[in-house]
């Protein structure tokens, strides 16, 4: 069995990871502050802020589940040979990385936004040649998440953005969401050679997302109302463009990045050398009907002809 060491594999992403790559890997949970014991991985404690050596020895893939110093340890396991995939939805740490090489694989937008999104965005695109993207994210304010993606988005409200709605699948329907700063808009102009691809974030309550612009003034002020958990802990994201909507919905948003993560590093050995979005590298609807069947729900539009006119539809 391959070595998988997932660098803060205790937190909410990297446990749901080690769940399903302990079935057929060897998989090290490593970090400062590992627990005894994690089913089916064994621990080894690691400063990810110091020397990581000892976490890559013998390693096949790193699975990065942290925001400490990524750029650096990807640097690290590229010039070691080792697969490197990373759930970060930092577009700053994703931009360090984009920029390395190395003899073997780094995987980015490792997850749901980015991730699926990425997926779901290039779908969409081959369906219809479209020049405009519109991305969703709908997050159950029920879910209990780490400190880092607490923080993170706390950071996006300050950037919030214009407002628009969209189309989520049953049972939320249409929404508002209001523009974040998710990493896809600034990654998939480029990968998918679109014009325009705009992100948007909501939560399942209607009123909290109405008062976020309201709240991102005082966003550096929020972190203990973070604790306050208002909601289901539900998920959705819907993608459109050219007319069409593709989406992925579900339970638990840190499990749905988990299991993403772990079936990516069974795609490893198809993947070429180099650092890549996912939506370069991976099949999406194969990949997503994958995904879907850890009991997730995926909605695809119809398939397009060549004249325009719509087939069959493909859902899973």
């Not at 950071?155 to 919030?160: E, I, M, P, R, T």
Request: charged content about 20%.
């Amino acid at each position: 069995m391959a070595r998988i060491v997932i660098l803060g594999g205790y937190g909410a992403v990297g446990r749901e990871a080690a769940a399903v790559l302990s079935r057929s890997h060897d998989v090290v949970v490593a970090g400062r502050n590992p627990p005894a014991t994690v089913p089916g991985a064994t621990t080894l404690r690691v400063d990810l802020r110091d020397d990581v050596e000892s976490a890559l020895d013998g390693a096949y893939a790193v699975l990065m589940c942290a925001e400490v110093d990524n750029a650096r340890i990807a640097r690290a396991c590229l010039e070691r040979g080792v697969h490197y995939l990373d759930v970060t939805a930092s577009h700053d740490t994703i931009t360090e990385i984009r920029a390395l090489e190395g003899d073997a694989t780094a995987l980015l937008s490792v997850g749901l936004a980015p991730g699926v999104t990425n997926l779901l965005a290039r779908h969409c695109v081959e369906l219809t040649g479209a020049r405009d993207v519109g991305i969703g994210v709908l997050l159950g304010g029920g879910e209990r998440h780490g400190a880092a993606a607490v923080a993170w988005t706390l950071d996006g409200l300050a950037d919030l953005g214009p407002s628009w709605r969209v189309e989520f699948p049953a049972p939320y329907g249409t929404r508002t969401v209001h523009g974040f700063p998710f990493s896809d808009q600034f990654t998939l102009p480029d990968t998918l050679d679109v014009d325009r691809v705009r992100t948007g974030l909501c939560l399942d309550s209607r009123l909290i997302t109405a008062l976020l612009p309201a709240a991102a003034r005082f966003a550096h002020r929020l972190g203990p109302l973070a604790k306050a958990h208002v909601g289901s802990d539900g998920f959705a994201v819907a993608v459109s463009a050219g007319g069409v909507t593709a989406a992925f919905s579900g339970r638990r948003q840190s499990r749905a990045t988990g299991v993403v993560a772990a079936l990516l590093v069974d795609r490893l050995p198809t993947l070429p050398h180099g650092v890549w979005h996912v939506d370069e590298v991976v099949d999406p609807v194969g990949f997503l009907v994958e995904a879907a069947a850890h009991g997730f729900d995926l909605h695809l539009p119809p398939t397009m002809q060549h004249d325009g006119t719509a087939t069959s539809s493909s859902t899973a």
